[in-house]
């Protein structure tokens, strides 16, 4: 790892499940899901997998938006994922549901378009898993 790799901190907690992490100084927490014997009170491994995509996407929309000269006004978005039955240590399929405000479908799309296309944690996931995306305009 070089100097200028990002490095995310992890400790376990005196609470069975429970984890802190710290990325550039900011603590946040993770639980073990309860029925893996974790409190399952904050976001799990899978869920901040899940935020981390979104987190992508936000930033790279917003600065693609905003170097673009678009008025982008806001974004959602939801994202979930399936496991696959026969082996629940792989995802069967990665969801994101984006709504923006202030653009047309086109714009809409063409941020997302810049996401896929630069987010190093969706090209990693996509290449492995199959992964749908949808985009409306609210």
Do not use: W
């Not at 896929?116 to 199959?130: D, E, G, V």
């Amino acid at each position: 790892m070089s100097g200028t790799d990002p490095v995310v901190t992890a400790t376990t907690t005196h609470l069975q499940g429970r984890f802190v992490m710290s990325a550039l100084g900011q603590p946040f927490v993770a639980d073990q899901a309860a029925k893996h014997g974790g409190p399952g009170g904050a976001a799990g491994a899978a869920e901040l997998f899940l935020a981390s995509l979104l987190a992508c996407a936000f930033g790279i929309m917003q600065r693609t938006a905003r170097e673009g000269g678009l008025p982008l006004q806001r974004i959602e978005a939801d994202a979930s994922y399936t496991l696959v039955a026969e082996d629940r240590t792989r995802f069967q399929r990665i969801r994101m549901a984006f709504t923006v405000t202030g653009l047309p479908q086109a714009g809409a799309e063409a941020l997302v378009a810049a996401f896929t296309a630069q987010c190093p944690i969706y090209n990693t996931a996509a290449r492995t898993t199959p992964t749908e995306i949808t985009t409306t305009i609210a």
